[in-house]
């Protein structure tokens, strides 16, 4: 009998303090939703009119952590202008200016460009790389299987990482990129452990396909398409500091580099590493 009392005593605690806690739970249910009533901000409709604006890429080029938070800031920010949505190009930031009373800046389109050509049969391979498919976890072994450092590793990483499916693996082992799907947000550029894309302004004429900073010698040999830094493309530049060389590697700057008649720097390149746009563009095409 007594074990019984005990029990019944017991159960009726463990009640007691149910209903206390479920009680302390509903009281503090209704403060929270009376606090969040209270002082709740009622979003302005104009962000809502942007973001929906926007091609939601997700991208962050703009500098904010997605499109919805760009809207925020775009709208309620002065300092904001409207045309960091790179995606969205000139379009956009026109419609995003006139939602916002902005003045939209015109801002050159820019598309990835692959600083590399050392693709299958190019590049030589130092050790035959059996790990995980990704770029990075390649280069923490041995900084990657082919004996040029500095090159595309590609296995790959810029193409899932693209989130308007302007790249592609080509068959030459190397990404592709098709200029009219790339937005020039940088998503590829970002997560690319050896760095060998840059945006180029699609007004460039002259690029340098190859990232190798080794001298010369080192340089071809482990890649037959590398630049040597041999500098004859900068001594037969017709416009002075259209191409310099920068730690054994041709450097072109796209302000100053126009697409001349003779393209001498493209002609005078013993290793192709340099040519113009329209010739990388065919040659990619070809290879992809």
């Not at 249910?29 to 809502?48: D, Q, R, T, V």
């Not at 592609?168 to 190397?174: C, D, F, P, Q, T």
Request: proline letters at 5%; a neutral charge; aromatic letters at 4%.
């Amino acid at each position: 009998v007594g074990s019984n009392i005990m029990d019944m005593n017991m159960t009726q605690i463990a009640i007691s303090v149910i209903a206390v806690m479920v009680g302390i739970g509903i009281v503090f249910g209704f403060i929270l939703a009376f606090a969040n009533k209270k002082f709740a901000m009622e979003e302005n409709p104009l962000i809502g009119e942007v973001e929906e604006a926007l091609p939601k890429g997700q991208c962050g080029a703009c500098g904010f952590a997605g499109c919805a938070k760009y809207a925020e800031a775009v709208v309620l920010d002065p300092e904001v202008p409207p045309n960091l949505c790179v995606p969205g190009k000139a379009e956009v930031a026109a419609v995003v200016a006139k939602l916002t009373g902005k003045v939209a800046e015109e801002t050159e389109p820019k598309y990835a460009h692959i600083r590399c050509r050392g693709g299958n049969g190019i590049a030589k391979i130092a050790f035959e790389y059996k790990g995980i498919h990704d770029c990075a976890a390649a280069k923490t072994v041995q900084q990657g299987p082919k004996f040029c450092k500095f090159g595309c590793l590609g296995f790959g990483n810029c193409v899932r990482a693209c989130p308007f499916g302007a790249m592609s693996m080509g068959a030459n082992g190397l990404p592709h990129v098709d200029k009219n799907l790339c937005t020039g947000c940088g998503k590829c550029a970002s997560i690319c452990p050896n760095h060998v894309i840059e945006l180029l302004p699609i007004s460039a004429k002259v690029s340098v396909s190859c990232s190798s900073k080794e001298m010369g010698a080192v340089a071809r040999k482990d890649c037959s398409a590398a630049c040597i830094g041999c500098g004859l493309c900068m001594r037969n530049c017709a416009h002075e500091g259209g191409v310099k060389v920068v730690d054994h590697l041709a450097v072109v700057n796209p302000a100053i580099c126009h697409d001349c008649e003779e393209a001498t720097c493209v002609a005078k390149c013993p290793t192709k590493a340099i040519a113009s746009m329209v010739a990388a563009a065919k040659t990619e095409e070809k290879i992809g």
